[in-house]
């Protein structure tokens, strides 16, 4: 990624100025946004299915996995920095593509994988992990704990985030409790370090470590959502490029040594057959970390992973009305708090509906199907939006990047079922309806005034 570059026109305003929303994001707040919202649940059950792919070479798909999403994360921190408002991957396509049904299909995709992802969590959040302290039916609890999230979703931006920094410390001292107690265990003679450079038997390395990576990949995905609260950033141009990167990097460079960590506690088939790998780790490590301990700090993830995904989906919404892709009383905001009261409610609704289904996993892996179509438009949109200039200092990455960038999200697409497939086709049908009556409805309206 190249330093900053200036530009000179006169479409874009100065990204400092405020804005309907509060800008009350600094920098260090955004980057713990960012690390918050990669550093998700999954992390704890990732390891026992990398290791049916790479066996005890956990570290490097996960790596493999940091350098691909650095590629679409380099296209982020240009427009990002370049039109610093909210709507992100959708007013970015706007811009680029000058056709509203594109822009519309794209915020469509974002706004089905964030609010789908929050319900998911939501049951998540009522499943076992609760059950563990108290044993209350699963789907009121979710739709509890949704309503909950809404309200300091409402309350404002600096309360969201820095709840966030709270949750996000906890996340963090649950997977270095894991990196340290196996420091131990290796101290105290045990645990085997040779373990961590064996792929499976009969295993390619190259295509195992590809194969390991696309799984990887999903651990990442989070960091596209910091786009949608770019007008709540202080001075957007010169933060937000560090706290993505610097998030990002901390992220993997932390996954990497739980894989290490992993492998040298348990062999490969242990893990693979755990459904709590991590918890496995430390408990073969010895250092008496109590079990509950990480039961709760596994609340903590999917807590934070469900407010972060609700930010984003209801700023998303709230951009996308701001320019007329949808209908404009989802743009209101509280005169006070200066939150978009009408986003936060419609998408908790929607995720409040959606944790009724029950069986999400699905709809799941067509969340990550979805953010990719989202990825390819957004390093498409990057090199059409070169010709546009504006007066503004902002990050420029190299050309390469957004490029392989898209040659990075094809090859994740080529791993995806047809039956998922099938479902994400679906959703986007259903969502070209639904704008195709809106437009209707905008055309009838114009015709009686």
Known sequence: MTSAAKAHDSDTSDPAAEGKL???ITGPLLFLFILGDVLGAGIYALMGVLAGDVGGVLWAPLLAALFLALLTAGSYAELVTKYPRAGGAAVFAERAFKRPVVSFLVGFSMLAAGVTSAAGLALAFAGDYLTTFIDVPAVPAAIVFLGLVACLNARGISESVKSNVVMTVIELTGLLIVVIAVAVMVGGGRGDVGRVVEFPEGATPALAILSGAIVAYYSFVGFETSANVAEEIRNPSKVYPTALFGALITAGVLYALVGLASAIAL??????????????????????????????????????????????ASRLTYGMAEHNLL?????????????????????????????LVGDLSTLAETVVLLLLFVFISTNIAVLV????????????????????????CVLLLTQQT?????????????GAVLYLAARAATRRQATAD
């Open 327 to 355: 209908p404009a009383v989802l743009g209101r905001v509280l005169p006070q708090r200066r939150t978009p009261w009408a986003a936060i409610l419609a998408t908790t609704v929607v995720a409040m509906l959606l944790s």
């Open 418 to 430: 047809a039956k998922v497939w099938l479902f994400a086709a679906i959703l986007l049908a259903v």
């Open 267 to 312: 062999p490969a088939g242990d893990l693979t057959e755990s459904s709590g790998p991590l918890l496995d780790v430390v408990s073969a490590a010895g250092v008496g970390v109590p079990d509950w301990l990480f039961s709760a700090i596994a609340l903590v993830a999917v807590a934070n992973g469900a407010l972060l995904t609700m930010i984003m």
């Open 22 to 24: 509060k800008r009350k």
């Open 385 to 408: 939006l070169r010709r546009d200039h504006v007066e503004h200092p902002h990050f420029r990455v190299w050309t390469a990047v957004p490029v392989l960038g898209v040659a990075s």
